[in-house]
């Protein structure tokens, strides 16, 4: 870009993680280019997307790069004038007036992603106050959070995930107010999945789970599952999907692989398992009962986070095997082993016992039955393996036919 005559800073995240010593997971780029003209630099290598915000992608073989032009804050100093469009409840539809560098620096989210490094100068530029926030490893909200919230409820989310990652403090005004906790359940569901993603999927998870909890805002994530954990029973569910985000936090640590299914199955179990005992008591028998839940809140949930069948197919699963794990007798065990969900039904069965939902010994005998086949189910009658039973003597009768 320098090249072409405009001006490029690597901002937000990337610098941001810099200053406090976090490897930078990608990279993003403010101009004073255009997006159109973005494209003229790049050529095939970029593509516009985005209405209400349109910036570039461009491909640097398989990294992307997103490239956005500077913005102003048109209504900065008259309300009159801003020309953004914007929702009845405040949030902006589209944003897409360009102006100068310290103007896009004073219409970001907090202080320090508002940091801005110029490879021309080998400087990092602050108009906001951001170097101050690092070094007090502090989350301040720029501007008043009425209004900042409410332009993207999502910031309240992103406010969590952030000081949850790096260890700050969120500045007292920052805090998400729970009477704007609300205006998430107007995201749209496919964005709210992907922030979920990176609410709960990261090492940092367990701790943004508690501060999603404690500032009000798992609830419009998942509320029927939040329902739950708030009645007087909800302790053992609050354990599960803890123990679940703790153990899928160390799996990504250990650079092992990891699935939103297995997250989310956790997640909506609670309110899952509840339905299911729900439409017992009214006379279902619980097989159809727990299929029956399944459709019930997996059809509520995705009106708030969308989960793609790709994940939700695999969740569903997950929840189906559970009963079969209390069919130990004949080939039934050696079945379920066989079955391409085994795996993950089996860790599920492991999260159930750790929490007394299911006997432990439910859980034991099925991590030795995965190693020895002929592990005899409880009050079988079956001899202990390695020991074969005694034939009767005599054998079958001869049938005698009369003359």
Avoid at 76 to 89: G, I, K, M, V
Avoid at 259 to 282: D, K, N, S
Avoid at 311 to 319: G, V
Wanted: proline content about 7%; glycine content about 8%; overall charge positive.
């Amino acid at each position: 870009m320098n090249a072409a005559g405009y001006r490029a800073c690597l901002v937000g995240g990337a610098v941001r993680d810099l200053l406090l010593g976090v490897p930078p997971k990608d990279f993003d780029v403010a101009t004073d280019a255009e997006p159109e003209q973005v494209v003229e630099v790049f050529g095939r290598k970029a593509r516009l997307i985005g209405r209400r915000f349109r910036i570039a992608h461009v491909r640097f073989g398989r990294e992307i790069v997103e490239v956005s032009t500077f913005r102003a804050d048109p209504g900065a100093s008259d309300p009159e004038a801003d020309t953004r469009e914007l929702d009845d409840a405040g949030r902006v539809l589209r944003d897409n007036v360009f102006g100068s560098i310290a103007e896009d620096a004073r219409r970001r989210d907090f202080a320090i992603n508002g940091l801005y490094y110029d490879i021309a100068d080998d400087c990092v530029h602050d108009y906001v106050g951001g170097m101050d926030d690092v070094s007090a490893c502090r989350l301040r909200l720029i501007g008043d959070a009425d209004v900042r919230y409410r332009e993207d409820p999502v910031r309240m989310i992103r406010a969590v995930r952030i000081a949850a990652k790096l260890g700050l403090t969120i500045d007292e005004p920052a805090r998400p107010p729970r009477e704007l906790v609300g205006l998430l359940a107007d995201v749209p569901a496919a964005r709210m999945f992907d922030e979920v993603l990176k609410l709960l999927m990261n090492p940092a998870g367990p701790r943004v789970y508690r501060m999603l909890r404690e500032y009000g805002l798992f609830t419009p994530l998942f509320d029927q599952t939040a329902a739950v954990l708030d009645s007087p029973a909800g302790a053992a569910s609050e354990a599960l999907i803890e123990q679940a985000i703790t153990n899928t936090a160390a799996r990504i640590e250990a650079d092992k692989p990891v699935t939103p299914a297995f997250l989310f199955a956790a997640l909506l179990w609670p309110a899952v398992r509840e339905r299911a005992a729900e439409l017992e008591r009214g006379g279902m028998p619980p097989a159809p009962a727990l299929a029956s839940a399944q459709s019930d809140v997996t059809g509520r949930q995705v009106q708030r986070v969308a989960i793609p069948k790709r994940f939700s197919i695999p969740m569903r699963e997950i929840w189906h095997l559970q009963p079969r794990f209390h069919r130990r007798r004949g080939k039934q065990p050696s079945r379920m082993i066989a079955h391409p969900r085994f795996r993950a039904a089996y860790d599920f069965l492991l999260l159930r016992a750790a929490v007394g939902e299911v006997e432990q010994e439910l859980a034991d005998w099925w991590t030795t039955a995965q190693n020895d086949p002929s592990t005899p189910a409880p009050g079988s009658g079956a001899a202990a393996p390695g020991k074969a039973r005694k034939r009767r003597r005599g054998g079958r009768r001869r049938r005698t036919e009369s003359a």
